[in-house]
């Protein structure tokens, strides 16, 4: 596994302060800008929803509690409805079940969200129902008896406490429904019978529909066995969804009150609640609503803040920007200068006046260095000088030397009367270690079809032909370069020295010209001869060898013959380039 490493903070800094003067005094600049920005974002981002969340908390938890009272008025509503019925039979006869069917009927019209009123009389166990007209059309036969009747009938004589039942099934309207039961008593407290009534919770949904907070805050009301009652998914309604395990029921088994964030175990959500118990039924009051309803606005003044904070940014950035470059601008100057004395110390200018909003500091460097430029090129002057006059008689000296040994007969081509390849290799190692830091070219000629003349004529014309070529390049070249014949052959070598690329080409351009130009008169016959000629062009350092010159040439040179008759190719900068 590759060990990731870690940066010493100290060489971090010391990394960072080596980088160019524009870069740090940018950097640091607009750090000083984003830090105090980037800390006021930093507290926004951690303050804003924190007292935001109480607040909600605290309001969910008044909701939850304002709702427990109007529930519990509206079941006590219907059991103080019962009562009333309760006194009015007491003074009609029990045994007449017609007349009961009436009264219970009646009753049950009257009796809003009232499924059912059934009377289960002690004596003979025998049940009375009265139907809601809704109901009884549906059914078109009137029922007997119910599920809760038929399971009252044996608790009839111990059950005396009147009571509201957990939400369930109507098997009479197949809708959920809650039973509130009422006991008849005698006046001598002897039990008489019991009534039912099955009502619908809609009394809770129309509670809590009055409750509005956000699209997605919403008001849930369980039974005492943890059933939905009143839920805005009518699903959950209908199907009595059991929300035991809820966060929210769970705190309510401990407490009669609270609120609290919590994570929703259906959608993941993160969601603000509150919780009451009805303590008199034992239902439950659910306050939910998610965060992320909340979150909206306050994200929303955020992102606000944040358009206004990346303008500042913008704003900084194009200042300190500014302010780098008006400041570095000076020193940009001198560092500039000094870049081009390093590269070419011959044609560096004189410093022009110190700009006019450099500080005191930029100022006395800028004079300081102004006087430091004007002594180096004196100085650099008089060097040139000596090395003129020095590489004057180095010259001399190789010429007369040259001079003496061309007179040498194992130097000197019999045909031509140029010195020969010998003679050329030792002198382009001595002008090697002359010449370095100038720029020099090597130059190899070969005539063009000088196999097929030779063939057809004979070795004199062959030799008139290299001579007459000899002679032109004799004719076309400086002092100081050297020209031989390489060997027996109808190659010849040119070493120029101290010369650009353009005008080694240019020499190399003119000798083709001029031979072109120059037909061999012969017998009475006129002979037209080309040359291709190959061209490198080469800086000389110490790494510079007369076999590479050589190699380089050789290649420009069959580079030219495949290209055809009387062609040019230069080798430079690794690229051959033919014309």
């Known amino acids: ?73 509206k079941v006590e509503s219907y059991q103080h409805k019962l009562k009333i019925l309760d006194i009015s039979l007491q003074s009609s006869s029990l045994d007449n079940r017609q007349q009961l069917q009436t009264i219970l009927t009646k009753f049950t019209n009257n009796f809003d969200n009232a499924i059912a009123v059934s009377l289960l009389l002690t004596e003979n166990n025998s049940p009375v129902i009265g139907l809601n007209k809704s109901v009884a059309d549906k059914l078109n036969t009137q029922p007997k008896t119910t599920k809760y009747i038929d399971k009252a009938v044996r608790y009839q004589k111990y059950v005396k406490k009147d009571s509201v039942s957990p939400i369930f099934k109507s098997s009479l309207s197949n809708k959920p429904v809650i039973l509130i039961t ?193 002594l180096y090129q004196d100085l650099n002057h008089e060097n040139n000088s000596l090395n003129s006059s020095s590489k004057k008689d180095i010259r001399k000296v190789m010429s007369d030397m040259r001079i003496k040994n061309t007179k040498k007969a194992n130097n000197i ?37 000088y196999k097929t003349l030779l063939s057809k004529n004979n070795e004199e014309l062959s030799n008139h032909i290299i001579k007459h070529v000899a002679e032109i390049l004799i004719s076309s070249t400086r002092n100081d370069d050297i020209v031989s014949r390489y060997g027996n052959t109808d190659r010849f070598t040119m070493f120029v020295n101290d010369c650009s690329p353009r005008s080694i080409q240019g020499t190399a351009k003119k000798l083709r010209s001029l031979v072109e130009v120059s037909p061999v008169e012969w017998k009475g016959n006129t002979i037209y001869i080309n040359l291709s000629i190959g061209i490198v062009t080469h800086e000389i350092t110490e790494k ?29 900068n690794k690229q051959i380039e033919t014309a």
């Open 413 to 449: 081509d019999s045909v031509t009367g140029l010195t020969n390849g010998t003679f050329f290799v030792e002198e382009l190692r001595k002008s090697l270690l002359i010449h370095r830091g100038e720029i020099a070219g090597l130059i190899l000629i070969e005539v063009d079809n």
């Open 1 to 73: 596994m590759k060990k990731i490493k870690i940066n010493n903070p100290s060489d971090v800094i010391t990394e960072f302060l080596t980088k160019s003067i524009s870069r740090i005094l940018f950097i640091t600049l607009f750090a000083v800008t984003l830090i105090p920005l980037a800390f006021l974002w930093t507290s926004l981002s951690m303050n804003s929803w924190g007292p935001v969340y109480k607040d909600e908390l605290a309001k969910y938890k008044l909701l939850a509690n304002s709702l427990v009272e109007p529930i519990q008025l």
């Open 544 to 572: 510079t060898t007369v076999s590479t010159l050589m190699a380089y040439s050789e290649r420009a040179l069959q580079k030219a013959k495949s290209a055809g008759e009387n062609k040019i190719s230069t080798y430079q």
């Open 182 to 374: 009422h006991h008849l008593f005698d006046k001598n407290l002897n039990k008489r019978g019991t009534l039912f009534a099955e009502i619908e919770p809609n009394f809770v949904k129309n509670i809590c529909a009055n409750i509005s907070f956000g699209s997605s805050g919403h008001c849930t009301v369980v039974d005492n066995k943890n059933s939905v009652i009143s839920h805005p998914n009518k699903t959950w309604i209908t199907t009595r969804r059991k929300l035991s395990s809820h966060t929210l029921i769970q705190k309510l088994k401990a407490n009669n009150s609270g609120s609290l964030e919590y994570i929703s175990k259906t959608d993941k959500n993160e969601m603000l609640g509150a919780y009451a118990k009805i303590k008199n039924l034992g239902w439950g009051v659910l306050v939910t609503r998610p965060k992320s309803e909340i979150n909206t606005p306050l994200n929303s003044a955020l992102q606000n803040i944040l358009i206004w904070v990346v303008a500042g940014l913008l704003l900084a950035l194009t200042i300190t920007m500014l302010v780098t470059r008006y400041a570095t601008q000076p020193l940009k100057a001198l560092n500039d200068k000094t870049k081009n004395i390093t590269k070419n110390p011959k044609n560096c200018k004189p410093l022009k006046e110190v700009p006019k909003h450099s500080s005191k500091e930029i100022r006395n460097i800028w004079d300081s260095f102004a006087n430091l430029l004007t």
